[in-house]
């Protein structure tokens, strides 16, 4: 977390650093040397240029031994200078809840959180067994893959999908590669 007494500029180099991406230029592709201390958990990163049709993210990770729950989510971070978590608006928050073998999803849009959808046709994440999550951005919704497979549609809440360029993951899981 950055102190708030640090000047713009200086929040801005380790995202400038991020934004260094030599094959993908939409997501993160750091320095072999520097991957471990910047795909720690909990993660915050930048997604140049904001979500659009046709752009995808894919967060590749191990699911912990014991693993709770984790959580990835697309944020905008137009309006995250002051008290950043009650009022960031989140176009898709993904939520892995192994207890009861769920795999949430919902928004929130100007401080208020949508109903949570919950219908999946499996539960696809195993403890301590990695696994590869595409969210793929259409024009009206997001479409999720877990290893390959279509699980579900997330349609749109965020009206301007190129204000989504934060991603965040959080929870049980180590994270072994962004793109």
């Not at 007494?5 to 040397?33: C, R």
């Not at 401080?111 to 696809?124: D, L, M, N, Q, V």
Request: proline share 6%; net charge negative; aromatic share 8%.
């Amino acid at each position: 977390m950055a102190e708030p007494s640090m000047e713009k500029d200086a929040l801005n180099t380790e995202d400038d650093h991020l934004n260094n991406s030599f094959g993908d230029p939409g997501l993160i592709s750091p320095d072999k040397e520097d991957i471990s201390r910047i795909l720690t958990v909990p993660f915050k990163g930048r997604i140049r240029g904001g979500m659009r049709p046709g752009k995808k993210i894919i967060v590749m990770g191990i699911v912990d031994p014991e693993p709770d729950s984790f959580d990835v989510s697309l944020t905008c971070s137009c309006n995250t200078e002051k008290g950043e978590e009650e009022i960031t608006d989140v176009a898709l928050k993904l939520s892995a809840r192994f207890a009861e073998r769920q795999f949430l999803r919902n928004a929130r849009v100007s401080g208020k959180w949508s109903e949570a959808e919950a219908a999946i046709p499996y539960f696809p994440f195993i403890q301590d067994q990695p696994f590869r999550i595409e969210i793929h951005c259409e024009h009206q919704r997001f479409r999720i893959f877990v290893d390959g497979h279509q699980l579900f549609d997330f349609y749109h809440k965020v009206k301007s999908l190129l204000t989504i360029d934060m991603i965040r993951i959080d929870g049980s899981l180590q994270i072994t590669k962004l793109g």
